[in-house]
């Protein structure tokens, strides 16, 4: 079975500070990875995947996620944050195939302090 | 490119009335998921189709929602009898290449 862990619920950071957003995945195969963020009273907007090769995958906006294998994580990061990335952010898990649903974390409520 | 299109954005209806949403996938993409999205349990997986085809429904709850696909260019999710319960923003994705593309969601209240 696969599942996803977002560890934090609730993540308050002031702008220009760096981020990092915790994901653990389990996965019996392969697994597709991504970020999507959530602004209010919108739809979900991918900000980046990962299927392989690099474990370091860069997305919109300045952020980018790492892939660890060894930790089955795939922790989301940006240097330098602004107010307008206030959103929820879920970490997203794929099996490879075409049909595969996907699991979702719970969720991570970013917000920063201008 | 439009992305995915849901209407309507917002649909209030009474207790026991029937709600229709309606979804436009991207052209060309060959998956449609709905997904319901609430504070209390997040994002839940209600059905997805694959070339128009129903292939998994497990999500969806078998009294009142049914959800069909009558061409590819457009899936609709049907409540019939709804229930404050069903309130809820309903998510309509679309699916190419192993990547997910969201609309905005059609958020049903039912008073």
């Known amino acids: 079975a696969q599942s996803v862990t977002q560890p934090d619920a609730r993540v308050t950071v002031s702008e220009g500070a760096s981020l990092q957003l915790r994901c653990k995945y389990s996965?019996?195969?392969?697994?597709?990875l991504f970020w999507y963020v959530q602004y209010p009273r919108q739809g979900l907007q991918l900000l980046l995947k990962?299927?392989?090769?690099?474990?370091v995958v860069q997305g919109v906006n300045g952020f980018e996620a790492e892939f660890s294998k060894s930790n089955s994580s795939f922790h989301l990061r940006k240097a330098s944050v602004h107010w307008s990335d206030s959103a929820v952010y879920f970490c997203?898990?794929?099996?490879?195939?075409?049909?595969?649903?996907?699991?979702f974390g719970g969720g991570t409520r970013l917000t920063v302090r201008p | 490119n439009a992305g995915v299109i849901q209407t309507p954005r917002h649909k209030v209806t009474g207790k026991g009335q029937e709600a229709t949403l309606w979804c436009e996938p991207i052209?060309?993409?060959?998956?449609v998921f709905w997904y319901r999205q609430t504070i209390v349990q997040g994002l839940e997986f209600l059905t997805y189709?694959?070339?128009?085809?129903?292939?998994?429904d497990s999500g969806m709850p078998k009294e009142r929602f049914s959800a069909q696909m009558p061409n590819q260019s457009h899936s609709t999710l049907k409540i019939q009898s709804t229930q404050p319960q069903d309130s809820a923003v309903y998510l309509c994705?679309?699916?190419?290449?192993?990547?997910?593309?969201f609309g905005a969601g059609t958020r049903l209240s039912v008073l």
């Open positions: 189709f694959r070339n128009q085809a129903p292939i998994d």
């Open positions: 990962y299927y392989s090769g690099d474990p």
């Open positions: 994705a679309s699916k190419s290449q192993n990547t997910l593309y």
């Open positions: 997203v898990l794929s099996g490879n195939n075409a049909g595969a649903k996907l699991t």
């Open positions: 996965s019996s195969g392969t697994p597709y």
């Open positions: 052209s060309g993409h060959s998956a």
